[in-house]
């Protein structure tokens, strides 16, 4: 969430303001254009911006139906952050074909991969290790489906922050798309709102803010568009909710997500933004 700060508030720079302007709410989402020009205005202190380089726009990972379909073993030892072989490799081949996010195919476990692994362990009711045990190699074998929330909706976005789940899953047109892991508002300390929203404008680079860095967030505007959220990278999204209210997601996620949707700001129309469950209890 971006607070608005105390004093007088600098005015937010001019393409900022005629991008919130066009979200058709000139009066109250001067509020919000005013608090994304004090966020823009802070620097790093005693540290110059971290520029993040932006890829092109690239397609979800995709694998022909013979590679898809192809029975998976389960490894034989634990995989864990770090290990490299023909296991790693398979699990991440295995983690894409089921659509969740993986952004490169290196036959090692990286710190990627463990927030990914995250996803699958939650979607299929396992604890959150970021470990393939035996039981996670069960499951990969026979995973779970996400059970989809808001099917009136053929593209959108759902965003589960019961602190079990932590999920975002994106649909295309009524097929599934994505699934990442997340980390919402921290439990009882600060609050990622629920409810119905739209991607609205999207900001390239590392955006410093007074409660931290945002890495190519993507903005959304609740309480009558007075107050601006985000989904954006960072660089580490533990298993758990640990947020100031927005919602973080893989950085190598970041760099992309804002080409896979549709933002009002570049089409014209925003993808919608659905929020569901609680962080201020143990969720179900």
Known sequence: MLPSSGGTTPRAPRRVRA?????????????????????????????????????????????????????YSPPAQILKQGMSGSDVLALQHRLAALHYWVPAFTGTLSYDNVETLYAFQA?????????????????????????????????????????????????????????????SGKVNYAITPTGTYTANIFMPGAIYVPLGVMYNPVFFTVNGRTTVYAIHG?????????????????????????SMIDIRDVNGFGTQIYIYGTNWHTGS
């Open 123 to 183: 979607v299929n009711g396992l604890p959150m290790t970021g470990q393939v045990d035996a039981a996670t190699g069960r499951a990969l074998v026979n995973p779970r489906s996400y059970t989809p929330r808001d099917t009136r909706v053929a593209t959108r976005i759902e965003v589960d922050i019961n602190t079990n789940k932590q999920l975002l899953v994106y649909y295309k047109n009524h097929n599934l798309a994505l699934i990442s892991h997340i980390s």
């Open 234 to 258: 960072d660089t580490a999204v533990p298993n758990y909710p640990d947020s100031h209210g927005c919602i973080r997601i893989p950085i190598d996620l970041s760099k992309v997500f804002h």
């Open 19 to 71: 991008r919130l302007v066009a979200l058709g709410a000139a009066g109250a989402l001067a509020v919000a254009a005013a608090a994304v020009g004090s966020a823009l205005a802070i620097a790093a202190p005693a540290q110059p911006p971290v520029a993040v380089r932006l890829v092109q726009p690239v397609q979800l990972p995709y694998f022909p139906p013979t590679r898809a379909q192809l029975p």
